[in-house]
């Protein structure tokens, strides 16, 4: 079945860099476009990044463009997040998924930025 585990979350202090990672499994992850979300305590999921199938695009939503990079190895079939300067704003849990969220979606990972 569809698995999606993302990992790497923490606890980071403003200004600080931290990269997640998502293993995929159950799927033929190099025919999927994928993305990062995320969802703040009291918000909605939002889309912060997406990938095409073979990584020549990215995309990004304005509050993390220039600050977060996506890619992914679809050899390993792992999807990756680096998020820099990273703000207190950026607290949530972040979730891997396919672009729309067609898919079984995983636990997340916590991401807390505090001083």
């Known amino acids: 079945q569809v698995q999606l585990v993302e990992s790497g979350g923490d606890l980071v202090q403003p200004g600080g860099s931290l990269g997640l990672s998502c293993a995929a499994s159950?799927?033929?992850?190099?025919?999927?476009?994928m993305s990062w979300y995320r969802q703040a305590p009291g918000k909605e999921r939002e889309s912060v990044a997406t990938?095409?199938?073979?990584?020549?695009?990215?995309t990004y939503a304005d509050s993390v463009k220039g600050r977060f990079t996506i890619s992914r190895d679809n050899a390993k079939n792992t999807l990756y997040l680096q998020m820099n300067s990273l703000k207190p704003e950026d607290t949530a849990v972040y979730y891997c998924?396919?672009?729309?969220?067609?898919?079984?979606w995983g636990q997340g990972t916590q991401v807390t930025v505090s001083s």
């Open positions: 990938i095409t199938k073979t990584g020549g695009s990215t």
């Open positions: 998924n396919a672009q729309g969220g067609g898919l079984d």
């Open positions: 159950g799927f033929t992850f190099s025919m999927w476009t």
